[in-house]
């Protein structure tokens, strides 16, 4: 958390200052800071900059608790598709689901793309033989798949999120299949999602 740490050791500082004193571009620092503004680590003041956030004043458990949370102990059960499976199947578990994305899954159950409402959307419009068509044709595959392990922590998953745009991630581990394939192979045995951060939030508003 060096950003924390430099807001605390030079507050108000500017988001210029902050990326010059790190190294970095003001662009690549962006999501970060408003990841850590959004959990409330620093506050953003306009024409004076980042100070630390209320949930770093003294007293406040908030963000040790933040800090210390894993992927493990937020993740929800993961909701899964065969890659297989129709685009009409997939459209049909979206809505019994009530979830934005689903998880694709090869013949070993292992990580093999994800697709999302908008997905569907686009590949369905004017497409009179999509709901035949397999979620293969329509999924985003792997290595291009962003997903998270369960250790991680639960702010490396946030930043993710924001960084790539994306509202929900797989959680997984690596498969045994890995170890027979030669390649990366990873068992899917969760997913976070932005409903899961709101809440997260929200919790530790509530404790403060």
């Given at each position: ?18 990326a ?10 962006r ?19 980042y ?16 800090l ?10 993961p909701?899964?598709?065969?890659e ?12 019994m ?14 990580l ?9 959307l ?23 798949v ?24 797989p ?8 170890q ?15 409903t899961i ?7 530790l508003?509530?404790?403060?």
């Amino acid at each position: 958390m060096q950003i924390v740490e430099l807001v605390k050791a030079h507050a108000p500082i500017t988001g210029e200052q902050i990326a010059e004193m790190l190294g970095l571009s003001r662009p690549t620092l962006r999501s970060d800071l408003a990841l850590l503004v959004m959990l409330g680590l620093v506050d953003a003041k306009p024409k004076v900059g980042y100070t630390p956030g209320s949930a770093m004043t003294p007293g406040s458990q908030v963000s040790r608790k933040l800090l210390g949370m894993k992927v493990k102990d937020v993740q929800s059960i993961p909701v899964v598709v065969r890659e297989n499976a129709s685009v009409n199947d997939a459209v049909v578990m979206l809505f019994m689901e009530n979830v934005g994305s689903l998880i694709v899954v090869d013949d070993e159950a292992c990580l093999s793309g994800v697709i999302s409402r908008k997905d569907l959307l686009k590949f369905t419009l004017g497409n009179t033989n999509a709901a035949s068509m397999p979620v293969s044709m329509v999924m985003t595959r792997e290595p291009n798949v962003i997903h998270v392990s369960p250790d991680e922590s639960v702010i490396d998953a946030a930043r993710k999120m924001i960084h790539h745009q994306v509202d929900s991630l797989p959680v997984v581990v690596e498969s045994k299949a890995a170890q027979v394939s030669g390649r990366s192979r990873w068992d899917v045995v969760g997913r976070v999602t932005k409903t899961i951060m709101t809440n997260i939030l929200v919790d530790l508003a509530m404790d403060r």
